[in-house]
């Protein structure tokens, strides 16, 4: 596979990661960078965007939930994640990289409509250095084989 095509395929994977759907990115961008070092920068920044716009897909949905006070009322039910993004806001979202926790974080967030701009900001920050850990283990790997 080429630079491109490896750079397409970490985008997609990152993307995918951050959805409802199972999936994770951290061992396409290991690959990627294994194979190719010189591109840490344009892989880091790939996965980055991708993960982030599949964080926000996520938030997308909570806001297509009608809003939180309607159903809270009905219901009178409120989950762990809906009181930590009421609690912490937008700065909760530096964990949306997390496994099963994360895309839980970005849906409510959304669902309590926090405010997209900082969501964005926040979720961007916390997938970067999780994918900046993993670039550094990535670069160890690649400097003991090479």
Same mark, same amino acid.
């Given at each position: ?38 591109? +840490?920068?344009?892989?880091? #920044?790939? *996965?980055? @965007?991708?993960?982030?716009? =599949?964080?926000?897909?996520? !938030?997308? /949905? ?49 669902? +309590?409509?926090?405010?997209? #701009?900082? *969501?964005? @900001?926040?979720?961007?920050? =916390?997938?970067?250095?999780? !994918?900046? /850990? ?13």
């Amino acid at each position: 596979m080429d630079e491109q095509a490896s750079l397409l395929t970490l985008f997609t994977s990152s993307f995918l990661a951050a959805t409802l759907l199972p999936g994770g990115s951290e061992a396409v961008l290991a690959g990627v960078l294994i194979a190719y070092p010189d591109l +840490l920068w344009q892989a880091l #920044i790939l *996965a980055t @965007i991708g993960n982030t716009l =599949g964080g926000m897909s996520s !938030y997308l /949905i909570g806001r297509l939930i009608p809003d939180e006070k309607t159903i809270l009322k009905k219901t009178g039910n409120t989950s762990r994640y809906l009181e930590w993004v009421h609690n912490h806001g937008s700065p909760i979202l530096l964990l949306s990289w997390a496994p099963v926790i994360g895309d839980a974080l970005c849906v409510a967030a959304g669902w +309590l409509r926090v405010n997209w #701009i900082s *969501a964005m @900001i926040f979720m961007a920050i =916390g997938k970067f250095v999780r !994918y900046w /850990i993993v670039a550094t283990a990535a670069n160890a790997v690649a400097a003991t084989i090479g």
